[in-house]
């Protein structure tokens, strides 16, 4: 799969293809989506949570952490579109829409 | 803007200039937006906090609750791609690579 | 109620009592418990995301912050407490326990 | 220590010993404290995830999983503390005040 051609659709046909490959559809309810979702979002977090602002401005100079940052937000992404598939939720849409109501809510000075 | 076109990259490009139009990239480190992403993440969890899972599966037949859905929905993907882009994460190739590495780690039956 | 004689058992027992009054056990489980304890864990998190560690030193000169800060503490102490409750678990024997565990697991210099 | 005379004063009293005598007060800011926090309490909902909520009413049955729950039910209890010494706040009378609050906010049936 050549990195060009990534998209939203695709990797939520892939998520979709490798959890029922596994049968892990009946754990998929929305409500174990979003908890995971949360965990996921708070291993993120593990990682900053005894840093400065400024050290956590230079995370990504560490391989090693770099590595773990990546892939935390990789298994945040993933449920998040996972979730988005069960809901019938199309991220994107949802994404634009909020901030053009927030360019009403928060007018720029 | 129509929503055909819309992709990641789009989406970063607005939250970007929002950001810097109210002037709060100050407040965007990414100690600071791991937090705002696990707030918005936990709003999430909120609503389905008390729900059966089968009441979990049809959270959107409520049009006011699917609205709400939505628009935690978009918060979480908010703060995703904005720390994506301050960290310079690519985040469909993250993910694309992390599915990449489950396939070795949980091999299908 | 005269605070010197507060003690965790006694809140436990107003906690049950403020429950089963209301016939709220059945949304007890432990599963929901600790989604809402992590709610409510992110509702203080909320209020410290976008501040300097010095300013969230100073967080309870404001006394309507200080408010809400005692507020969200109450509510996570609410929910672990309930939750200790329907898991049969005593938090502050747990709490003695891993103190002991971890003075071998982090020597002082 | 006998367990009989364990108090919350008491346990305050050891994690402020225990983090002074590693000189860890610099990262316990109040900001830090709620981010650990909430991560703790994240660790607790990944134990429960994908449990349907009959088999969370069963998790302390085994043993392994027991100790788990017992483990994080502590790290939780023990940032809340310390975030309280550092804030000042005295947790148990918080949590009597919220619910003499929530006993007009939601009058029993």
């Given at each position: 799969m050549t990195e060009q051609h990534l998209d939203v659709a695709k990797l939520q046909r892939r998520l979709a293809e490798f959890a029922a490959a596994r049968n892990w559809q009946p754990f998929h309810t929305p409500k174990n989506l979003v908890a995971a979702l949360s965990v996921e979002a708070s291993e993120l977090v593990e990682i900053f949570q005894w840093l400065t602002p400024e050290e956590s401005a230079r995370v990504m100079e560490d391989p090693e952490t770099a590595h773990r940052v990546t892939?935390?937000?990789?298994?945040?992404?993933?449920?998040?579109?996972q979730l988005c598939e069960v809901l019938g939720v199309?991220?994107?849409?949802?994404?634009?829409?909020?901030?053009?109501?927030?360019e009403h809510r928060f007018p720029a000075p």
């Open positions: 892939d935390e937000v990789a298994d945040v992404l993933a449920y998040l579109l199309d991220p994107l849409a949802a994404l634009n829409a909020k901030i053009d109501r927030n």
